[in-house]
């Protein structure tokens, strides 16, 4: 919990979500065809014996032919890409689909490997198909996966997501960097996440096991973006560096290629100017024109783009610690297998490990605003860094980080501009790799002020976030206010007036704490949150980028937009594709929309209608992460779903709701319909 950047700080395929509808219709694939009055064709019965178990690739299903008529084909429906499947024996039986996210099947075998894994519910849908082409009834499955056995998932509890043993839902949580007493111990033990500092004095094995004995996550900090080492280095009196013995030091003289600078060059010496487009390059970078003989990951940024490279790693001079690029496999590796008695600093697998170090529960990745656009930086900035390159490599790090240790919790602070649609960097979003998201100084700053950027955060970021933490493979965001610094303290007033930001309107877990983040204290726990008798708010995430919006966007309530084609262009019989944007709520939000036949203009004719849960949201809108509109009245839409099953040639009506995940289950109250004629 280092810095931030300016303006607020400021992923996955861009596929329309699929909603895989588990029913008997059998108009699911193409309106009936004429047939001859003899010999009358008969649809094949209902595949038998649907049933799944763990095989060597994956998950495998099978199921037994309906009959002993020959040449059945099967279509499977699922909620995957079609790249996500591999039949058995090496054999084609894929029939095109990428694009909307089904997966259509047909040939002789009756089995294939699910590759991606179930994390939340996976409901399967099976039909057999004639030679004539017509339709079974359907058989269907939902799974989830558990502790490596497969759980059948009752029916009408197929959307929700399991309860995640790694990294649960938490309503309160514990930041904390100070001395880890008995007292500080106690404390803790109310809150399901705590954080600390791994450094802190009194933090050992035997308090982090009785925590966790207790139910109690702990997740300890890390810098992914920054070399806390190389402080031995500095000096904060003069704010100068001994290069020379920082050389003389294998650790940091490491294989001598560094420092680095930015690959996106247009001549020897010059880097792109600010704003140039993000390339998918993980890696060293360039050696620095001024020179070499520090390790690779080390970078040489900011005296380049100033004019005159030196061949020296370049420094946040505030802490004393070098910048790295943190895409570079040669910083994981130093980062995984630092020692704190050798190095002061823990490596991840030290503060992970419960046999040899401190065994925590996960990670919190900080100064990931290294890697910020360079326009939000300046030779004039406090502390300047232009290192907008390296972002892919960040993003790769906590792939990898994810990959080498699949349980355990990642915490990401700020880096939000990956989490942006609006951003460059939204190409290479985290979102999928981490469990948790924090938004410090979201409303109070470590100045004990309203931030500068609080509308910026509040009706830019918060919708776009909120957008992002609510899909299928998405996170929750905690956020972090200051109220004291030293012997000034905040009042009543404006702690219940943060609280009321960040925890009611925004929805996000919140902590309040001092500017050293030295107090455990129970603020938030003292104020509890009152009953959740409001139906989620809608809101927008177009505004007026680039400019930071200065007051409320105007909301975009329920359904905004029905498509007859998915993504790439394609129709389907009986199926239609829903757009809408975001909805907040202090509880966690869900959507589901009502279909009729006739007009929906009333909370009657509403109730007459065919109601249809819209989850999990998968996949991201269709030119969302790709079209620069700010028009409100254009869209694009974070969210998007296939609606199949629906009668073709008929005009279908459609209301979309917003409804939270409260005991109450507020829901929405809007009655904006549009219509279709359903191809």
């Known amino acids: 919990m280092k810095r931030g950047a300016g303006s607020g700080s400021g992923p996955g395929p861009a596929l329309g979500f699929t909603l895989a509808v588990a029913c008997a219709c059998l108009s699911l694939m193409a309106c009936p065809q004429t047939q001859q009055p003899t010999p009358t064709p008969t649809?094949?019965?209902?595949?038998?014996?649907?049933?799944?178990?763990?095989?060597?690739?994956?998950?495998?299903?099978?199921?037994?032919?309906?009959?002993?008529?020959?040449?059945?084909?099967?279509?499977?429906?699922s909620g995957l890409k079609a790249s996500s499947w591999v039949p058995e024996n090496g054999k084609t039986y894929l029939e095109g689909v990428q694009g909307d996210g089904f997966v259509k099947y047909s040939g002789p075998s009756r089995s294939f490997a699910d590759l991606e894994a179930?994390?939340?519910?996976?409901?399967?849908?099976?039909?057999?198909?004639?030679?004539?082409?017509?339709?079974?009834?359907?058989?269907?499955?939902?799974?989830?996966?558990?502790?490596?056995?497969?759980?059948?998932?009752?029916?009408?509890?197929?959307?929700?997501?399991?309860p995640s043993v790694r990294a649960p839902r938490v309503k309160n949580y514990l930041i904390y960097y100070g001395n880890v007493d008995?007292?500080?111990?106690?404390?803790?033990?109310?809150?399901?996440?705590?954080?600390?500092?791994?450094?802190?004095?009194?933090?050992?094995?035997?308090?982090?096991?009785?925590?966790?004995?207790?139910?109690?996550?702990?997740?300890?900090?890390?810098?992914?973006?920054?070399?806390?080492?190389?402080?031995?280095?500095?000096?904060?009196?003069?704010?100068?560096?001994?290069?020379?013995?920082?050389?003389?030091d294998p650790r940091f003289a490491g294989d001598g290629k560094g420092p680095t600078v930015d690959p996106r060059r247009v001549g020897p010496r010059l880097p792109w100017p600010n704003g140039a487009p993000l390339i998918a390059y993980v890696g060293p970078g360039d050696p620095s024109p001024g020179g070499s003989g520090f390790a690779s990951y080390y970078l040489d940024d900011i005296s380049t783009n100033n004019g005159n490279p030196d061949g020296l790693p370049d420094f946040n001079t505030n802490w004393g610690a070098a910048f790295v690029n943190a895409g570079d496999p040669l910083w994981f590796e130093t980062l995984d297998s630092m020692q704190n008695s050798v190095d002061g600093q823990y490596g991840m697998a030290q503060m992970l490990d419960s046999a040899s170090g401190l065994g925590a529960d996960g990670l919190f990745l900080d100064t990931i605003d290294s890697c910020a656009p360079n326009s939000w930086t300046a030779s004039s900035s406090p502390v300047q860094g232009e290192f907008e390159w390296t972002a892919p490599g960040f993003s790769d790090f906590i792939r990898k980080l994810r990959e080498r240790y699949p349980d355990k919790i990642i915490v990401q602070n700020r880096g939000l501009f990956f989490l942006n649609k609006d951003l460059p960097h939204y190409a290479f979003t985290t979102r999928g790799y981490i469990d948790y998201l924090l938004f410090e100084s979201y409303r109070l700053d470590s100045d004990l002020r309203v931030s500068p950027y609080f509308d910026d955060n509040r009706y830019n970021y918060m919708p776009k976030l909120s957008a992002e933490a609510s899909r299928a493979d998405g996170f929750q965001i905690l956020s972090l206010e200051y109220y004291r610094s030293g012997s000034a303290s905040l009042g009543e007033a404006a702690i219940a007036d943060a609280l009321h930001e960040s925890r009611t309107v925004a929805g996000f877990s919140t902590y309040m704490t001092d500017k050293n983040l030295s107090e455990a204290n129970s603020i938030v726990l003292d104020r509890p949150r009152s009953v959740d008798t409001a139906p989620p708010a809608w809101s927008s995430t177009v505004t007026s980028y680039p400019q930071a919006p200065t007051g409320a966007q105007a909301p975009r309530i329920g359904l905004r937009a029905l498509f007859a084609a998915a993504p790439g262009g394609a129709t389907e019989a009986g199926a239609v594709y829903l757009g809408w944007d975001v909805a907040i709520d202090e509880n966690a939000v869900e959507y589901v929309a009502y279909r009729s036949y006739e007009p929906i203009s009333s909370s009657a004719s509403l109730a007459t209608a065919t109601k249809i849960e819209l989850k999990p949201l998968t996949y991201v809108g269709r030119e969302y992460a790709s079209v620069a509109c700010y028009d409100p009245a254009l869209g694009p839409y974070p969210f998007e779903a296939k609606l199949s099953g629906l009668e073709s040639g008929r005009r279908a009506y459609i209301v979309l709701r917003a409804r939270d995940r409260s005991p109450a289950a507020n829901e929405d109250a809007n009655l904006n319909a549009l219509s279709i004629v359903v191809p």
Not at 131 to 151: I, N, T
């Open 118 to 162: 179930i994390v939340t519910t996976r409901s399967y849908t099976l039909f057999a198909r004639s030679p004539e082409g017509l339709y079974s009834s359907a058989a269907s499955l939902s799974l989830r996966v558990k502790e490596g056995e497969l759980v059948v998932v009752p029916p009408g509890e197929e959307g929700q997501p399991e």
């Open 182 to 248: 008995a007292t500080v111990l106690a404390a803790a033990k109310r809150y399901p996440l705590v954080i600390f500092h791994p450094n802190s004095a009194g933090l050992t094995r035997a308090k982090v096991a009785a925590l966790q004995a207790g139910g109690t996550k702990v997740v300890l900090y890390i810098s992914i973006g920054e070399d806390f080492r190389t402080s031995r280095f500095f000096n904060f009196a003069n704010k100068s560096v001994d290069y020379t013995a920082m050389k003389a």
């Open 43 to 77: 649809a094949p019965g209902a595949p038998s014996g649907f049933t799944a178990k763990i095989g060597v690739s994956g998950v495998l299903l099978s199921w037994e032919a309906p009959s002993v008529e020959a040449n059945l084909s099967y279509l499977l429906f």
